[in-house]
């Protein structure tokens, strides 16, 4: 199973801040890695797709990047409807792995 | 525009199977994967299962492996998740989830199975 590791698990911070979160793949997925967020009781939201693919709707402070097998979720310019807890997926391979979670809260 | 409706709260006694529904409309239901996600209180996401309808063809986590059964019938456009031998750390919200092969844009609402011990 590819393990997905992701950092930090939580993550404090302002209205205006960038931030940035990260999840790095045990082994290569070939940018097969999505992000989600998750308000509490609520399903999970596909932000990005294919690691930097925006999906309809979503606003364009949010952005995806990859290195190697590390991948960033960027928020440049938090606003209040984000804090939320955000998590990666990849779907390179069966079974499709979640990072453990960032919870990003009002500082 | 895809619409999943999941079947409704159960409490099951520990030892015994829960079966939740999940209902898609607006969209072509063979073509994708239906998978079965589940969180416990407070905690992160767990990727189940998946079954691509249009093949009839169902992939599992190794840690479920022998428990679950995911199925989909394609003429009520229903997936269904059975979990067998039900223990108290089976208690969680489980959602279904419409995927294209890239991430899944469409989720149902969650189901929360109890197990009491």
């Known amino acids: 199973d590819i393990q997905m590791t992701q950092s930090p698990s939580s993550l404090p911070a302002s209205v205006g801040d960038r931030v940035n979160i990260t999840c790095r793949a045990s082994h290569g997925i070939a940018i097969s890695l999505a992000w989600y967020q998750q308000k509490p009781g609520k399903a999970p939201k596909l932000l990005l797709s294919?690691?930097?693919r925006l999906e309809s709707g979503v606003p364009s402070r949010f952005s995806g990047g990859e290195s190697g097998t590390d991948y960033t979720l960027t928020i440049s310019g938090l606003q209040p409807e984000d804090f939320a807890t955000y998590y990666c997926q990849q779907y390179y391979s069966i079974p499709r792995t979640f990072g453990q979670g960032t919870k990003v809260e009002i500082k | 525009q895809i619409q999943l409706v999941q079947s409704g709260a159960e409490v099951k006694n520990s030892g015994s199977s829960v079966k939740v529904s999940c209902k898609a409309s607006?969209?072509?239901?063979?073509?994708?994967?239906i998978d079965w996600v589940r969180q416990a209180p407070g905690q992160g996401l767990e990727w189940m299962g998946r079954v691509i309808p249009g093949l009839g063809i169902s992939n599992y986590a190794q840690r479920f492996q022998g428990r679950i059964t995911i199925t989909a019938d394609r003429f009520t456009t229903t997936a269904y998740m059975e979990l067998s031998s039900l223990r108290s750390e089976d208690t969680a919200v489980y959602y279904c989830?419409?995927?294209?092969?890239?991430?899944?844009?469409?989720w149902g609402q969650g189901t929360l199975v109890t197990v009491a011990s």
């Open positions: 294919s690691a930097s």
């Open positions: 989830a419409w995927g294209r092969g890239e991430g899944s844009p469409y």
């Open positions: 607006g969209g072509t239901f063979s073509s994708y994967t």
